[in-house]
């Protein structure tokens, strides 16, 4: 027999996926399900990688529910979204000593938001590239040269 922590937790579940459902389904009215999951927010994310903070209440999911590694030091992540056509995907990658590459690509081929970043620190070399573009012909795209050389030199470097 079951104890009453037991029973209530069940129907705690049964009740949060049969709201997420209804959620997925389009029958929960304007309640937000989403709010606990970091990534309700639509603005946002165009600083330091992407953080993907602001308001908007996009409505996503579940946040970073599978982890997929294509090499020892790469990581890729992502989540599942209210529709098909919405995603998101995240990566850090760390090739070789004092070289990294981190960025996110969000949208389908609609509409869309990315930023790759390259760095190697040592060296005094950023470079930032951020591109957008939506369904009527929106498009940009900024690239950032970031080159620092000299910024731990001795002869009075920056």
């Known amino acids: 027999m079951l104890s009453k922590v037991q029973v209530l937790v069940i129907a705690a579940v049964l009740c949060l996926a049969t709201v997420s459902c209804y959620k997925r389904q389009g029958y929960a009215g304007d309640s937000d399900v989403a709010a606990t999951s970091g990534f309700s927010g639509g603005g946002g994310g165009a600083g330091g990688g992407g953080g993907g903070g602001g308001s908007g ?23 599942i979204a209210e529709s098909p056509s919405d995603w998101e995907q995240r990566y850090a990658h760390h090739p070789e000593h004092d070289l990294y590459e981190m960025g996110y690509h969000r949208g389908n081929h609609h509409h869309f938001r990315e930023r790759h970043e390259k760095a190697a620190p040592h060296a005094g070399h950023f470079k930032t590239k951020v591109r957008w573009g939506d369904k009527k012909g929106g498009h940009g795209e900024h690239l950032w040269d970031y080159n620092h050389d000299g910024h731990h030199d001795e002869h009075g470097g920056n």
Do not use: R, S, T
């Open 57 to 79: 209440g996009d409505g996503k999911f579940f946040q970073d529910i599978f982890l997929h590694w294509k090499a020892p030091d790469h990581v890729e992540f992502g989540h």
